[in-house]
Nanobody
């Protein structure tokens, strides 16, 4: 049984920074692809970033250059450093793992339906 727990959300002013953390139990992250998604009110859950042992990192265009995803293997966590935050970054942020992609990582890493395990989310609110 895999359990994911997100933390680090909160309220921050535009231009500020937050670091989210995703902790796992029941499974080590070192060999997995782990992603962050977010969902704003009234919108669909969207891909934010992924870190993969074999393929490195990918980011959505909306966060590229501002967000960084990285592992802390000693703590078995995956973190999302978010800088230069904007009001449009306001959302519930979720981490996910158990990506099913066969040999076609590039076409599946951003699809939420291809992830088997999800955390409960952490709220990020950016005020202008």
């Amino acid at each position: 049984q895999v359990q994911l727990v997100e933390s680090g959300g909160g309220q921050v002013q535009a231009g500020g920074s937050l670091r989210l953390s995703c902790a796992a139990s029941g499974r080590t992250f070192s060999t997995d692809s782990i992603s962050w998604f977010r969902q704003a009110p009234g919108k669909e859950r969207e891909f934010v970033a992924v870190i993969s042992r074999n393929y490195g990192t990918r980011y959505s265009d909306s966060v590229k250059g501002r967000f960084t995803i990285f592992r802390d293997n000693a703590k078995n966590t995956v973190n999302l450093q978010m800088n230069s935050l904007k009001p449009e970054d306001t959302a519930e942020y979720y981490c996910a793992t158990g990506l099913r992609y066969g040999y076609n990582f590039e076409n599946f890493y951003y699809r939420r339906a291809n992830y088997d395990y999800w955390g409960q989310g952490t709220q990020v609110t950016v005020s202008s």
